[in-house]
């Protein structure tokens, strides 16, 4: 190493490691900490790991000095991680406060044990732009891990309020100090001087902090230092930290990407969820109902462990309704029609990964349709919101209320999600068709895919409706949609709704039948259905609706492929459709892709039957079928899941958003194999 990059991770470990162990310290002391309430022990054993853990940050520190050999490294990383087991030992009681030491105690034992290796004699002098250069790589992997240490410090203060000892608040707002004079000190060193100047942005944001804190608004400085160090963090990591290159990998194979931003995004809204004004449960959300519950909203699912309006703040229902809508509409749409909100270039790479992501084969209209797809969703969410507020005040909420819940309703139903703001669902509802007519279009339009609607759209303006995928997906959704009605009705007509009218029992039959193929939502209690109209529902959920659209299930397109080629076996010929014959890999692709999805379900759910088979295998298996098709619709067994049944459900929804094909592209070889193996006959049937 060379004497700048040394001085560097010598002081920033230094600077990261001492709060981080008092901040173990104070757990072990802290009332609802791993040792129980303050006691002469606990704090003799606490002061025993507090010397330690400074004698080993010590230790690493002078091993850290000068260039040594792997001997000395080796003992500098076992002594980091001799303090690892005492973090994870206060992550499992209170893990707020023992994650930032688990992460430094990694973070340090990687750096040693790498030390070596970077001591090599071909480096840079001191002194010279290599070296300058390399210590700012460096000190942007540094500022990175400050980061991570700060956000989750000040999540400790203003999110949990667990900072209840002085110990604990003076060590987690060390960290918060140390971590923004890191990220200081970087800007001034590699943005300001010469030509390489650095946005603004954090400058205001920290200009913003101040006033806030002069003005008495001691509530928004946390999250306005948070936001700034985030994007701070996020321009050191790419520019110096090799996120370019992460980048790189992932616009390659849009799967990982997709992948990567949904896995991201549940992350963040489970960490979110779980801070006490996010729910009105005493102490908080619980780690896997607020797991599960992020994944369901981001999945655009609708199962819920918890009552969404009884059980959820105002600030708790927001984050939801953020999740369903981004989850929606996708990270990477998002993110590039903000980019091109602000005139900012995509880049080839960033074309090629939306143009996958959403199926759009030329790069240009890949871009035009992104901004169709985020201006067309306000758009209709809007029109749905305005059209239901009228309805829900006629059903006798207040006015302010009546607009919440159209909002509400309106984004979850067009992201066919299923959220819904009563106990019951909709079932309460039921007296107003007009509300259930209204979401059920929504639904319709959300469960289209936005090339449709592009398409559609288009259709009026320049163009004709070509194009077999269009007409494939506009008459099959049409006819599964009718189908179900008609089945639903003919079978629930004399059992449950035989106190009905005919006119309400054909409105209920449309709307199940319209939000069982990926919405979720109910207007009449679905244990009170029959068995058979049970199945019915279970064949739509598992078909789904169309590529590209913001539900799940194998998708309407796949089941005709598959009947095509049925019918292609039974007559002899090619699969063709609308004058148009099926690609080979397409045929595989479908076929694959019914395979992988009902092995999933079975698997799940003989997982579900195995672990509790007192929730009865019928309501099991409808639950596994609607988590795969991202439905939410449930027979009531949610939640009395137990934790590994939420796990198995929550596995189930991601692959049922993100594709079961989008994870076989993750592990899918890069090149083709070029062996040409010889055709053999095998008997089939």
Not at 316 to 339: K, P, Y
Request: aromatic residues 8%; hydrophobic residues 55%; glycine residues 12%.
């Amino acid at each position: 190493m060379s004497d700048a990059r040394n001085k560097a991770w010598r002081l920033g470990l230094l600077a990261i490691g001492l709060p981080s162990h008092l901040l173990l310290a104070a757990v072990m002391t802290d009332p609802d900490g791993l040792l129980g309430p303050p006691g002469k022990v606990s704090h003799l054993v606490a002061g025993f790991l507090a010397g330690y853990g400074l004698l080993a940050l010590t230790a690493a520190s002078v091993i850290l000095r000068r260039p040594v050999g792997r001997a000395a490294m080796v003992l500098g990383a076992i002594a980091s991680l001799t303090m690892l087991p005492l973090h994870m030992l206060a992550f499992a009681s209170v893990w707020k406060l023992g994650l930032p030491g688990v992460l430094f105690c990694l973070f340090s034992a990687s750096r040693l044990l790498r030390a070596p290796r970077d001591a090599v004699d071909d480096r840079p002098a001191a002194g010279s732009r290599g070296a300058v250069e390399a210590a700012g790589d460096e000190f942007a992997v540094l500022t990175l891990f400050a980061t991570v240490c700060m956000l989750f410090a000040i999540l400790l203060i203003d999110g949990y309020g667990l900072a209840s000892t002085t110990l604990a608040s003076l060590s987690a707002w060390g960290v918060i100090v140390i971590a923004l004079g890191l990220s200081l000190l970087f800007e001034v060193t590699h943005y300001l001087p010469g030509r390489r100047h650095g946005p603004y942005l954090p400058w205001l944001l920290l200009a913003a902090a101040a006033l806030c804190s002069l003005t008495g608004g001691d509530r928004l400085v946390l999250p306005t230092l948070a936001v700034r160090q985030i994007l701070v963090a996020a321009r050191a990591g790419f520019d110096r930290a090799g996120g370019h290159n992460l980048w790189y990998y992932l616009t390659d194979r849009p799967a990982n990407l997709l992948v990567a931003t949904f896995a991201s995004a549940i992350f963040l809204g489970t960490i979110l969820l779980t801070l006490p004004r996010a729910s009105r449960l005493a102490g908080g959300l619980p780690f896997i109902d607020a797991f599960f519950t992020a994944a369901s909203a981001t999945c655009v699912t609708g199962l819920t462990v918890l009552d969404t309006g009884r059980d959820f703040t105002l600030f708790g229902q927001i984050l939801i309704l953020t999740m369903i809508q981004v989850g929606g509409l996708g990270i990477m749409t998002l993110s590039t029609f903000l980019a091109l909100l602000l005139g900012r270039n995509v880049g080839l790479r960033g074309e090629f990964a939306v143009r996958e992501m959403i199926g759009e084969g030329r790069s240009r209209t890949a871009l035009r349709l992104v901004q169709f797809i985020v201006a067309f969703t306000f758009v209709v969410e809007l029109i749905g919101a305005s059209v239901l507020a009228p309805l829900f005040h006629s059903h006798g909420l207040p006015w302010r209320r009546s607009l919440y819940y159209a909002v509400f309703h309106s984004v979850s139903a067009f992201c066919n999600a299923g959220f819904g703001l009563e106990g019951r669902n909709l079932e309460g509802m039921a007296g107003t068709p007009g509300i259930l007519i209204a979401i059920s279009l929504l639904i319709i339009l959300g469960g289209l895919g936005f090339g449709v609607l592009f398409a559609l759209f288009r259709f009026g303006r320049q163009q004709g409706l070509g194009g077999s995928h269009v007409r494939l997906v506009v008459l099959t959704s049409l006819a599964l949609c009718v189908l179900g009605t008609v089945l639903l009705w003919a079978i629930e007509r004399p059992r449950a709704w035989a106190m009905m009218t005919p006119g309400q029992s054909v409105l209920h039959a449309w709307f199940q039948s319209v939000s069982a193929r990926t919405a979720g939502f109910n207007s009449v209690p679905l244990a009170a259905l029959s068995a058979p109209s049970h199945l019915i529902l279970m064949i739509l959920m598992f078909i789904g609706v169309a590529p590209g659209s913001t539900g799940g299930g194998i998708k309407v397109t796949t089941l005709v492929v598959l009947l095509v080629v049925v019918r292609a076996v039974i007559r002899g010929g090619d699969p063709v459709f609308a004058g148009r014959r099926f690609a080979p890999g397409t045929v595989l692709n479908a076929v694959a892709l019914v395979t992988i999805a009902a092995f999933l379900v079975l698997a799940v759910g003989t997982f579900l039957l195995v672990t509790q088979p007192s929730l009865g295998a019928e309501a099991l298996c409808f639950e596994a079928v609607s988590a795969f098709g991202t439905v939410g619709m449930s027979l009531g067994c949610t939640a009395q899941l137990s934790a590994f049944g939420k796990i198995g459900i929550i596995l189930l929804m991601f692959i049922g958003r993100v594709g079961p094909l989008a994870l076989l592209m993750m592990v899918r070889p890069a090149a083709k194999s070029r062996v040409d193996y010889p055709a053999e006959n095998i008997m089939i049937g």
